[in-house]
Every structure is written in C-alpha cells, then in structure tokens.
C-alpha cells in the first residue's frame, strides 16, 4: 500500500482471514445474530442452533482472528459483539461500485434510446 | 438486518430500444467507450486483453479489460481490476471482478442485467483505498469510515 496522502489516511490491519470467516453458514448465523440482538453470550449464542458450545466457540474464535466480533468478556462469562469494521468498510465500497454502475447503466439507456 | 452480501452488484435497467441495437453498443468497444467513458484500443474479441483509459472526469485512469465471453445478443463478459485508479500501484496480480452484460427482449424494448461479481476476493485494504482515493464527494464516507478504522 502506498503511504498515507491527503488527511483521512486510513490504516487498516491486514484482512487476509476476513472472507474465508464469512464462507460458513454457522459463522454467517452467528453474526446476523449479534448485528440484530447486539452482544450475546456464548450460552445465548449456542441456544436452538443445534450446534455444540465447543463448536460455536471454534466458529467465534475465527471470526475474532478475522476482526469481525471481538470478546467482550463479562466477568467469568465470554460474550462476543460484532466488531463492523470489516464488514463496514466491504459494504460502503459496494455501495460506491453501485452508484458508478447506476450512472452507467443510465448513460448506456440515454444513449441507445437516443436514435429510437 | 439484509443478508451479509459483499460479493456482487446486480442491476436490471429496461430500454425502449432493439435487442440488436443495444448490444452494439455493449460489444462493439468504440460504442462501449462513448457511453462508458472509456477509450479503448482495440476491438473486443474473447480472450483479448484490452487496454484504455477511463475518461470520465474526476475518475481518469488507465483500465485493462480481458474479455471472457462474447454470445452475440446474449451475454458480453469480461474481467477487470475494480477501481485500479492509483497509477503507482502495479494490480496485475491482485484478483479481477467478472463484469457481465445479460441482454433479454422485452415487450417494446431490451432488459439489460449488469453483474458485477468477485469483490470478496479483492483485498479489504485495496476496497478502502476506494475510499481514501477520491477526494471529490468523499468526505462523508471518509468521516463515517474513520469511525470505524480509527
């Protein structure tokens, strides 16, 4: 990456793990989880999944490596929240991509319904 | 809270124009260009790399397009670095986004699907980059992102 120019540099840490994290239904589960009721316990968390404790902590743990929930311990008890960064940062630019694709597309109709 | 998709963009638009007439102005580069904004170097054969430049102001830089697939009035494809707008960077080996145009008749006109796929492998730094690239018309994004990068 090149080094900072202009004020808003932004420095991001390395997301390699980032997508290879998101490619697992459980993992997925888990995060609109915590995106809708906010930081849970691993105990709230395992509840009518069908999925073992030990397995949804595993699943956590990756998505804590990847940065996109942290551990938000409380007391003895682990309790994970989303951590948006990532997720955040890949949404906005896809918003961005699709704006340039809507003024596109926009510019392909007027210009083969110009000679209709 | 919408399903985590940051994959690909999809958009359909509809024109009051013939099948044929709109996909010469999708495969045929030198049409491609001027709606685009972009001025290619050759023709679009598949398999062919392409080279150009994107000519839309505030948003000029050199692109490189590898054309995938070509089914006349059908389906034009091809493979891109999204935003590769930053001259010093060498993108060659990073990951391409499938771009693809998906042409369907319709009652007084043409369905045009644009697909845009892939992004999830292009790197989250280079996704920020986006970002931080662009000065103009930026600088609520910037100020929302650095909420969450600071």
Known sequence: MSPNRGGAALRLPDAAPVFAALGDATRLRLLRRLSADGPLSITRLSEGTGVTRQAITRHLDTLEAAGLVRDARRGRERVFALSVKRLEIARQYLDHVAAQWDAAAARLKEFVEADE | ?150
Do not use: C
């Open chain 2, 1 to 150: 809270m919408q399903a985590i998709s940051t994959d690909r963009i999809e958009k359909r638009i509809e024109v009051r124009a013939p099948r044929s007439r709109v996909w010469r102005a999708i495969a045929d580069a030198t049409e491609f260009g001027a709606w685009f904004g972009m001025k290619l170097d050759q023709p679009f054969t598949e398999g062919a790399t392409i080279r150009g430049e994107i000519t839309i102001s505030g948003n000029e830089h050199a692109v490189q397009l590898q054309v995938e697939r070509i089914e006349p009035e059908r389906l034009f494809a091809y493979r891109w670095h999204p935003y590769a707008i930053d001259s010093k960077i060498d993108y060659s080996s990073e990951p391409t986004t499938l771009v693809e145009f998906r042409l369907e008749e319709i009652v007084g006109g043409t369905a045009v699907t644009i697909i845009e796929s892939g992004f999830d492998q292009i790197p989250i730094t280079r996704r920020a980059e986006a970002f931080r690239m662009n000065d103009r018309g930026w600088a609520g994004q910037i100020k929302k992102l650095e909420r969450y990068v600071a």
